[in-house]
DNA sequence: CTGAAAGCGCTTACAG
DNA sequence: CTGAAAGCGCTTACAG
């Protein structure tokens, strides 16, 4: 059996309240006695249990972490900084891959309800995890809006459409079609294609977007996108997958790049820049979004509700590189 | 305040026993009495406290992951089907980024400890976990070797590293370098070396091998090799993301691939599918690994500790792409 | 400077 | 079929 704080107060010769305060560094203990303590929790391997201390305190430093998917890169890189940060600030993660499915976040979320998670950072599409709010439970929601109450932190997508399609025309493109995800969804991503539609516009172009099955297989609609647009001289894809996948079609296709076509990102994950360095992106500042997103979720979690800012966006930056 | 079992209890008319029987469905309860309950439960809105069934039944269902860095696709893709498989058994993940470093392992594995979780799975380079194996407490190491006691489960990388050699000889290839992580760790990734090392011999080749400082930017010590090795028309990297700077270096010097100079990787995530399909690499199965870990964990977990098998290592496959 | 007691929110023998 | 009591391993007023 594990020992306790009782076994660690008789081999110490104390009363557990004393071992609990040596614990805790609280009140006034002869040094003496501290040592005695430290001794005898040393001599049985005791480490206290956090179970109970939590239970006590309610308050458990836990904090989860609903993504779609962590094999993704920008999930991975971004549970990798929000983990670490955590674990800075003393707090641990509890991590949930979503798949972006409804019925798995809701079932995620009363999992954490169940373990007393101190607060919840989710990538979510589903509005219907403010449901949950009466819980009281205090939510920051990453890149995609959730509800009026829950705050919202992200890269400026407009920003990055806007530099993306900018660089795309500045490079003499006159065709570009955008590349996006399922569009009915509530998201800043649509941001991205909003910049986008609008400096078309602004430049007197058509703007053509594509809509993509949510993280599925895209090459048979990026191949119908070739057979279609034949004319497409540059192309902005929504996040570096997709653009990878592009490539690979234009590949195929005998279609240099960027001779032909050229073609633009968006995410700028350490692992695109490692397996793809030559994909030109909109790089997201990942770990100064997850910094902001634990600063706002912590604040919360202290209570102090007042001045969360409902909505951030973090400024992004053009990764160039050989594809336009 | 959050509600708790007597609330519930008050609510239905009926003791706290009484609810929890019903929240376990444990004894006999009439029809009548669980409903009062369930709708009692659903009144306010009850959600148990799983820290305080934890902490009385000794058993937190809780598990431990320690991985290097979820940002790498491969550690990415580990966490994600450990995480669904636990989800699945009815357990909860609680994620660690060591960054390899052996002061974080110590800390994070005493963290869990505090946590009390149920069972810990570690991809880890340092031996000295095994020191807290005296806390009795049910660990599994992925791919690397731990201890005598601790199971490992991985790819079988002999047959891997074997596989990739054959392939660059089969093409063709007379001097074939191997570009590997520090060799001084007692990792069974260094049987994909010592593989490469015994085919080569076997096939009157004198074996090169490189060691590149651990995880961090290759590309000065990759400049390096084709420096110091001119002749070299085979490459069999030991993992994908050296691969890739390998396929940097080749174009930034001009290098064709593969006509002039073959790469062979190691892993074959979905993310390198996606962002580099060409590579040929030999892909680890990462979910049979997950799952075969997790059986073998919650096996000890319960307590049967007869016939853990100490080493399993799992078939990979050959990826052909277009760099050999 | 130190200890006895109550309580965090559950579960489980035990008794009826 | 149901309830009172004890206990999981802690912490914190309260008292001395």
Redesign the pocket.
Known sequence: ??????DV?KIA?????????V??N?????????ERVYKAMEEIN????D???S????RTNLIGLIIPNSSNPFFGELAFHIESICTQKGYKLLLCNSLNRKDKEEKYLEMLIRNQVDGVIAVTFNRGILDYHKQNLPIVAIDHYLSNHIPVVGSDNYAGGKKATELLLGKGCKHIVHINGPLELETPANLRRKAYEDIMKEHGRQPVTYEVPFHQNYQECISRLFDEQPNADGIFASDDLIAAAVLTEAKKRGKDIPSRLKVIGYDGTETVQSLLPSLTTIQQPIQSISQKAIDILLKAVDGDFNDLPLETYLPVKVLEGETT
């Open positions: 059996m594990k020992p306790n704080i009782h107060a010769g104390v009363s557990s309240t004393t071992v609990s305060r614990l805790n609280r009140g006034y203990i002869s040094e003496k006695t501290k005791y480490f206290p249990n179970l109970a201390r239970l006590f305190r309610k």
